[in-house]
């Protein structure tokens, strides 16, 4: 039997998703994180970053290179955040078919880093549309998934909708003033909403008091637990619109966006480049507030049949495992 490394965040239990569904296809798989869970639980950067760096750039690598330190036939990455090339170098020292490939869903603006080891890669895929088309790299686009959680076949539903519009994510002040404009906008029309987004307990203090106006004008808004995806799931399936508000910095489409149609639902997104996708149809998605109606938010999903684009987690790791073994 074939074997994998897989070396990915811990994010959503999705190194488990990814994982299952690459045994399912025949391989043995072993599964590392891709970055320091010490670092963030303890928050070193803020205690010294002396410290942090001394971790990072000796004491981690020691760790990393020990839990992968064994044979495998194939490598396969995902963001590697903390990746460099002599990290890499060991990596494929141990992978018995050189054959690798690296998925990055995030921008290379959010890891710059990333550049220095695209070259020790068989393959090199993004989710974002700008890095796919730069030439400084050698990305191919490769768009995400969504889970099984939010198939439209899955029985999650009530009679009737709870809500109709949902937002759940990271807590960025920009998303947070959208939010308040669709409910600004649909005031007088009673729509229920379901927006909640993450802020770690010690940013929030923090924000507390440092802004005085945070609480009153976001304070409705902030979870500090994570949300099981299971719920987050649940929640989607019982929602008439999903809003998407990514960071201004990326322009692939977003998990949130694969994971609507993907429980056909309806989309508000602010990311305009949904329009270049082969899935797109104005019946569903709108990337303007102000194109939003109440016939659009109470209509049904138009179903937009097979389209390769919009790949379930089974179907995308199937995708990009049959392009290691070609």
């Given at each position: 039997?074939?074997?994998v490394?897989?070396?990915?965040?811990?994010?959503n239990?999705?190194?488990?998703?990814?994982?299952?569904?690459?045994?399912?296809?025949?391989?043995?798989?072993?599964?590392?994180?891709?970055?320091?869970?010490?670092?963030?639980?303890?928050?070193?950067?803020?205690?010294?970053?002396?410290l942090?760096?001394?971790?990072?750039?000796?004491?981690?690598?020691?760790?990393?290179?020990?839990?992968t330190?064994?044979?495998?036939?194939?490598?396969?990455?995902?963001?590697?955040?903390?990746l460099?090339?002599?990290?890499?170098?060991?990596?494929?020292?141990?992978?018995?078919?050189?054959?690798?490939?690296?998925?990055?869903?995030?921008s290379?603006?959010?890891n710059?880093?990333?550049?220095?080891?695209?070259?020790?890669?068989?393959?090199?895929?993004?989710?974002?549309?700008?890095?796919s088309?730069n030439?400084?790299y050698?990305?191919?686009?490769?768009?995400?998934?969504?889970?099984?959680?939010?198939?439209?076949?899955?029985?999650?539903?009530?009679?009737?909708?709870?809500?109709d519009?949902?937002?759940?994510?990271?807590?960025?002040?920009?998303?947070?003033d959208f939010?308040?404009?669709?409910?600004?906008?649909?005031?007088?029309?009673?729509?229920?909403?379901?927006?909640?987004?993450?802020l770690?307990?010690?940013q929030?203090?923090?924000?507390?008091v440092?802004q005085?106006?945070?609480?009153?004008?976001?304070?409705k808004?902030i979870?500090?637990?994570?949300?099981?995806?299971s719920t987050v799931?649940?929640?989607?399936?019982?929602?008439?619109?999903?809003?998407?508000?990514?960071?201004?910095?990326?322009?692939?489409?977003?998990?949130?966006?694969f994971?609507?149609?993907?429980a056909h639902?309806?989309?508000?997104?602010?990311?305009?480049?949904?329009?270049?996708?082969?899935?797109?149809?104005?019946?569903?998605?709108?990337?303007?507030?102000n194109?939003?109606?109440?016939?659009?938010?109470?209509?049904?999903?138009?179903?937009?049949?097979?389209?390769?684009?919009?790949?379930?987690?089974?179907?995308?790791?199937?995708?990009?495992?049959?392009?290691?073994?070609?």
């Amino acid at each position: 039997m074939n074997k994998v490394l897989l070396v990915m965040p811990f994010f959503n239990s999705y190194h488990k998703k990814i994982k299952k569904e690459i045994e399912e296809l025949g391989y043995e798989v072993q599964v590392v994180r891709d970055s320091s869970t010490f670092v963030k639980i303890i928050h070193l950067k803020f205690i010294s970053k002396k410290l942090y760096f001394l971790y990072m750039q000796v004491i981690w690598p020691l760790i990393f290179k020990f839990k992968t330190r064994r044979k495998y036939d194939y490598l396969f990455v995902i963001k590697g955040e903390e990746l460099t090339p002599h990290l890499c170098k060991h990596l494929l020292a141990n992978c018995v078919s050189q054959k690798s490939v690296l998925y990055l869903w995030d921008s290379i603006a959010h890891n710059p880093r990333t550049s220095e080891v695209l070259k020790y890669f068989t393959f090199c895929f993004t989710f974002d549309d700008d890095d796919s088309k730069n030439e400084k790299y050698r990305f191919e686009l490769f768009p995400l998934f969504y889970s099984e959680e939010f198939s439209s076949s899955k029985v999650y539903k009530k009679a009737e909708a709870q809500y109709d519009f949902m937002c759940i994510g990271s807590f960025k002040e920009e998303r947070a003033d959208f939010l308040r404009s669709i409910e600004s906008k649909f005031e007088p029309h009673n729509y229920r909403y379901l927006f909640k987004l993450y802020l770690p307990w010690n940013q929030y203090i923090r924000k507390l008091v440092s802004q005085p106006d945070f609480y009153p004008k976001y304070g409705k808004y902030i979870f500090v637990r994570k949300m099981a995806l299971s719920t987050v799931a649940e929640i989607t399936h019982n929602s008439k619109v999903v809003v998407d508000v990514p960071d201004k910095i990326q322009s692939g489409l977003t998990m949130r966006t694969f994971e609507a149609l993907g429980a056909h639902k309806k989309l508000l997104t602010t990311n305009y480049n949904v329009k270049n996708y082969s899935f797109y149809l104005p019946e569903n998605i709108k990337v303007n507030l102000n194109d939003m109606t109440d016939d659009f938010i109470t209509s049904s999903y138009v179903n937009h049949g097979d389209v390769t684009e919009l790949r379930s987690i089974k179907n995308w790791v199937a995708s990009i495992m049959n392009k290691l073994n070609s």
